[in-house]
């Protein structure tokens, strides 16, 4: 693996056209989540039947896909186009014909290399909408012509002691899309059915795509930072996660203050309501009691833990980090400050996440980009061309 390079992060810039077609998010009432939460059925995030409509589609003897041939800069074009052969489903698992994928950081790292591959010639792409086109043997939860996500988190193990206590994201044998196994940069896909999640068909899929992995990994965050109720959040970096992060804290009552280096995600961030606005690395304008870093940066970490208050808490919310500097334990952990980081994410943390958007109107500012352009949007995001979310679509 290559040295991390400080230039990758998740403090994304949009092209210009990104965000100014869309009109900002309404302010919302301060919210219960548990009453949401307790208020949702358990298993699917959406009823089965809302908006659902049967459709059979036309098999086909191969499937378009991009796959990570060489890791290495998106200089050296490291994604390629491929035809590969089309999906058969196996026992429990689910085909679907990918109706639109959003593209994470996550993929970016892999695509370069920051992330070893675990196979070759991967098709990345964990943010997945689509509409089931076939079932494996067994698969009875969802019908042909259901629409479901497919997320970053696709198998695990259900034997360990960390899957029968409710944290089966740290499972040693858990599987991912995207790197494990094949992923939605195509126009197929296959997933287990048990990791499925069910979605509503009224809502376009590109406004779903990123709530499967920004969203639901912004989710456990943010519950890991343990926000007292109106409390003060930062978040360092903002690009996919960070504004989803931003939107369901303060329809908690939260305040939020945004430490990003671009100009088009601060602005961004003032369309959101957050409560105040700042470069990267400056001070925070008052003391937080809990601060996400969503930048991949590690300089970053001192400065935040700095922002803290007395017993606040930092969360690490990426899946790489380059290398922390030293830290000075007066200034920046004493006082019963905390470090947690985030390890992926449980179904239940999905199933959550889906109904929380649902309840609250949560919605991603997307940039859409034709799936024929994945290698140039994945270098417009390592260039920080995006603020918000990409999505590809076929």
Not at 66 to 91: F, I, K, N, Y
Not at 120 to 131: F, K
Request: charged residues 25%.
């Amino acid at each position: 693996m290559r040295p991390p390079r400080a230039a990758s992060r998740n403090d994304s810039v949009p092209p210009a056209a990104s965000c100014a077609s869309r009109p900002p998010i309404r302010a919302l009432p301060a919210v219960s989540v548990p009453e949401i939460l307790s208020a949702g059925r358990s298993g699917d995030a959406w009823p089965a039947g809302a908006g659902s409509e049967r459709r059979h589609w036309e098999r086909r003897r191969d499937v378009q896909a991009w796959v990570v041939q060489r890791p290495g800069p998106m200089s050296s074009g490291p994604l390629v186009r491929a035809t590969v052969p089309d999906p058969e489903p196996g026992e429990g698992q689910l085909r679907v014909r990918v109706e639109a994928c959003g593209v994470c950081r996550t993929d970016l790292h892999l695509a370069e290399g920051d992330l070893a591959p675990r196979r070759p010639r991967t098709v990345p792409g964990h943010e997945v909408v689509g509409l089931v086109d076939a079932l494996g043997p067994g698969a009875r939860r969802f019908a042909v012509g259901d629409r479901v996500g497919i997320a970053w988190l696709r198998a695990t193990c259900g034997r360990c002691r960390w899957c029968r206590s409710g944290r089966e994201n740290l499972c040693p044998d858990a599987r991912f899309t995207g790197w494990d196994e094949d992923g939605g940069f195509a126009s197929r896909a296959l997933v287990g059915e048990d990791f499925a999640y069910r979605l509503p068909q009224d809502v376009p899929a590109p406004d779903l795509a990123p709530l499967l992995c920004s969203g639901i990994v912004g989710y456990r965050a943010l519950r890991r930072a343990t926000l007292p109720p109106g409390g003060r959040l930062g978040l360092y970096g903002f690009g996919a996660s960070a504004h989803l992060v931003a939107q369901l804290a303060l329809a908690q009552g939260a305040e939020v203050h945004v430490m990003t280096r671009s100009e088009p995600d601060r602005e961004l961030a003032r369309q959101l309501g957050a409560t105040s606005v700042q470069g990267a690395a400056d001070a925070a304008p008052v003391p937080l009691d809990a601060a996400i870093l969503f930048a991949p940066v590690g300089t970053l970490v001192p400065p935040a833990l700095r922002a803290l208050d007395r017993g606040g808490v930092l969360v690490l919310a990426g899946i790489h980090l380059s290398d922390v500097p030293g830290l000075v334990y007066e200034r920046e952990l004493f006082y019963e400050k905390e470090v947690r980081s985030v390890t992926a994410n449980t179904r239940a943390d999905g199933e959550e996440l889906l109904r929380l958007a649902h309840a609250l109107g949560i919605r991603p500012r997307t940039a859409v980009r034709p799936m024929d352009e994945a290698a140039d949007v994945l270098a417009d995001l390592a260039a920080d061309r995006y603020a918000g979310a990409a999505v590809l679509v076929p």
